[in-house]
């Protein structure tokens, strides 16, 4: 049984800033996504904003798989299907091989699978809620607004800046939401692009590092 189907089928929506192995986005699409927000907060403020690029140390290693889970019950994903990934994840024995001599196998308490199929979707799952914390730092008067696609529209498409730079080869202008969203970050996978003004950054950072911290409040 082929479980990507039903675990993307049941995951919570992907937040617009991230890009990373979704339909219809690219590392490419990105970086001119970065461009043109780059680009239109000079337009409006008549300099250029701060960007930093942020690069998760061990990324896949040092996932707090309880996150996934609770995310995915959050959303009300069947249960079965929870208990299934928690266990094909959790209950995993690993040994390494080093000059010849095999190590004692051990049981590693945090991250995905490397060379899963499941492991990127999941690692998204586990950092969805980083741009929206990020994003409660942003003004509408120093961060660039974009309209956004509503949950119901296609999964990947692109969105537009105002007053209306189109993104992805399937914008639907009737899908937009009326409420423009705050885009201060740009995900691809767990590289991270923050910008803003320099204050902003800061602040942006310290929440980057709140996020880090963040702990389940049960387990399955």
Same mark, same amino acid.
């Given at each position: 049984?082929?479980?990507f189907?039903l675990?993307?089928d049941?995951?919570p929506?992907? @937040?617009? /800033? &991230?890009?990373g192995f979704r339909p &219809?986005r690219?590392?490419l @699409?990105?970086?001119?996504?970065?461009? @043109?927000?780059?680009?239109?907060y000079y337009?409006? =403020?008549r300099?250029?904003?701060v960007?930093?690029?942020?690069? $998760? =140390? /061990?990324a896949?290693?040092?996932?707090d798989r309880r996150?996934?889970?609770q !995310?995915?019950?959050?959303v #009300?994903?069947?249960?079965?299907?929870v208990s299934?990934?928690a266990?094909?994840? @959790?209950d995993?024995s690993?040994?390494?091989?080093m000059?010849n001599q095999? !190590?004692?196998p051990?049981?590693p !308490?945090?991250?995905v699978?490397? *060379?899963?199929?499941l492991s990127?979707?999941?690692y998204s $799952?586990?950092?969805?809620t980083?741009? /929206?914390?990020?994003?409660?730092?942003?003004?509408?008067?120093?961060?660039t %607004? $974009?309209? !956004?696609?509503?949950p119901? *529209?296609?999964p +990947? #498409? *692109?969105?537009g800046?105002?007053? *209306?730079l189109p993104? +992805?080869?399937? %914008?639907?202008?009737?899908s937009l939401?009326?409420?423009?969203?705050a885009?201060n970050s740009?995900?691809?996978a767990?590289?991270v /692009?923050?910008? +803003? #003004?320099a204050?902003?950054?800061k &602040?942006?950072?310290d929440?980057? &590092?709140i996020h880090?911290? $963040?702990?389940?409040s049960?387990?399955?």
């Amino acid at each position: 049984m082929c479980l990507f189907p039903l675990l993307e089928d049941v995951s919570p929506p992907l @937040d617009i /800033a &991230q890009g990373g192995f979704r339909p &219809q986005r690219s590392a490419l @699409d990105q970086a001119l996504c970065l461009h @043109d927000l780059i680009q239109e907060y000079y337009r409006r =403020k008549r300099h250029f904003p701060v960007v930093a690029f942020l690069d $998760i =140390k /061990a990324a896949y290693d040092t996932v707090d798989r309880r996150v996934i889970w609770q !995310s995915l019950l959050a959303v #009300s994903a069947p249960f079965a299907l929870v208990s299934v990934l928690a266990h094909l994840f @959790d209950d995993v024995s690993i040994s390494v091989l080093m000059s010849n001599q095999v !190590s004692t196998p051990f049981t590693p !308490s945090t991250g995905v699978l490397q *060379g899963s199929v499941l492991s990127p979707h999941l690692y998204s $799952i586990y950092i969805n809620t980083l741009p /929206a914390l990020l994003r409660s730092a942003a003004t509408r008067t120093t961060t660039t %607004m $974009i309209s !956004s696609l509503s949950p119901s *529209g296609p999964p +990947g #498409s *692109g969105f537009g800046l105002s007053p *209306g730079l189109p993104f +992805g080869p399937t %914008m639907n202008v009737s899908s937009l939401s009326s409420s423009p969203t705050a885009i201060n970050s740009l995900l691809y996978a767990d590289d991270v /692009a923050i910008l +803003g #003004s320099a204050s902003e950054v800061k &602040q942006i950072l310290d929440l980057a &590092q709140i996020h880090s911290q $963040i702990r389940p409040s049960h387990t399955l």
